[in-house]
Each structure stands twice: as C-alpha cells, then as structure tokens.
C-alpha cells in the first residue's frame, strides 16, 4: 500500500514550457486535491475532485489545469509556466462519508521556473 | 473567508520541555480541525483531528484543545524530544465545505538535544 505517490519529484522548467503533475493514490479514496506550498504563504489549495470525472477551483486555479479520468489518479497541468509557480505541489485524497475530511499527503513535487 | 493564524513562527526549546503551539481562526463556525507535521522535504502527517463538538484529542504524547467558540486551538508536546523537531500546520475545515481545509502558516519547532 504506496498511499498517495507524486510524479516527478523535482523539475526544472524554463518560462513558457508546459509539464503535467502525475497524483496516484491507492486507497480507493473519492476526493482528491492539489495544493501549492510558498515560503510565508502556507498550503493554498488549487483545484479538487470530488469523483471520478469531477473537478472544480480552489484558492489559486489560475495558470494550472486538472483531470480525473480514473478514480485513482489526479493530473495537475501547468500550459505555460511561469517564474510566479515556482513553488512546491502537494497532492492529497480522501475517503468519501464520514471520513471525508482525513486527508492523506503524498510526498511533493519541487517545481522551479526560470 | 476563513484565516488561520499561527503563533508562535518558530519555537526552540530544550529536550525534556513541555510546550503548547497555538493556532486561531477566524470563523467559529468549523467542521473540524487538524494538527499535521511537516518535515523538511516531505509531505505533511496527520496527527490530530479534533470534530466541532469535540474539545480536545489525545494520541501519545500530543494532546491537542479546541474552543470553537473563541476561535482556538492549542498543541500540547509533553516531555519533547529531538525527533519531535518539525514544522507543525494547524488546518480547519469551514465555509459550508466539509472537505476544504484552510491552512495556518506552522510553526517551525526544534528541540535541541
């Protein structure tokens, strides 16, 4: 049980390029979510699914799309990076019903933009 | 809007001390809060969750309060020890959302040996 995992670990992007974020959990859990984390800044959530197929704005959407296509996955996309996203990208989930509220981390990603 | 404020930025105190981190938020009208722990690098934990009708939870040696009706929270480390080194985030789940947590900015403690 990998619990939730992140792909890549660590990027380097230059201003304009584009990347995707790869969130995989193996709990079976409903809801997922992306944050971004900046120094004095704290977690500020970025988009969230809610089910398979569903997704919706946080705090800061602007300049990042998502997809969950399958249940166990969660795609963050930057089209075109810029200098004001680097930051480091958290993925979390949680379960559906009474426990929707537990939420579970996976590692980080540390994305820098030149 | 919900903001959650956490104090002190940074604690360093010596092994073997008791201490108490604090966290406030503005909106008393919260569907629960959680204590997480961060290390340098890695993702966050969850140590703590505490419901809206709950005042407080216990696991170990952390011991964490909540007084919803004043907007408070506080962490209770008793007996801290080197490992116990780490950023410590307060989160609350409010706004008619009972999945979106808004987090404090941590408190960075390190217990010296």
Redesign the interface.
Known sequence: NAG?TQTPKFRVLKTGQSMTLLCAQDMNHE?MYWYRQDP??????IH?S?GEGTTAK?EVPDGYNVSRLKKQNFLLGLESAAPSQTSVY?C?S?PGGGR?????????TRLTVL | KQE?TQIPAALSVPEGENLVLNCSFTDSAI??L?W?RQDP??????LL?IQSSQREQTSGRLNASLDKSSGRSTLYIAASQPGDSATY?C?V?SGGS????T????TLLTVNP
């Open positions: 939730v809801y004095g800044m704290g977690l500020r959530l969230y809610v946080g958290f979390a949680s929707v509220t537990e939420q579970f981390f996976g590692p980080g | 959650v569907y629960n959680q997480f690098g890695k993702g966050l934990t969850s969750l985030l989160a789940v009972n999945y979106k947590l987090f404090g900015k941590g």
